[in-house]
């Protein structure tokens, strides 16, 4: 089961990539003003495709829960702040102070 399981994810992870790429290509050809009728036919073909992997995947018990906006936004995911920490600073090397413009202790 655990292996049927993982082989379908690994199919879906592919097959984000192959639709990822496939889009990059259908604007590509659509900003050079070419006909992309074939691009975007594959493209629909993926979709389907993608559609019963997932359906597959689902029916193994791996379902997975799409979050609402507010809940997406309550969740606590925020980048690392840049600014150095508390102290940071003076336990910089003194050749990085130099290069920062402050003189040595």
């Known amino acids: 089961m655990d292996n049927k399981f993982n082989e379908i994810r690994r199919k879906i992870r592919f097959l984000r990539a192959e639709m990822l790429s496939a889009g990059d290509n259908i604007r590509k050809q659509v900003n050079r003003d070419e006909d992309c009728s074939e691009a975007a036919a594959h493209l629909m073909a993926m979709r389907a495709s993608m559609v019963g ?31 150095p920490a508390v102290g940071a600073a003076e336990r910089l090397p003194a050749k990085w102070e130099k290069a920062r413009g402050r003189r040595e202790r």
Do not use: F, P, Q, Y
């Open 53 to 83: 992997l997932i359906g597959e995947r689902n029916r193994l018990g791996g379902e997975e829960r799409l979050l609402n906006v507010d809940e997406r936004l309550k969740l606590d995911v925020r980048a690392v702040s840049r600014k």
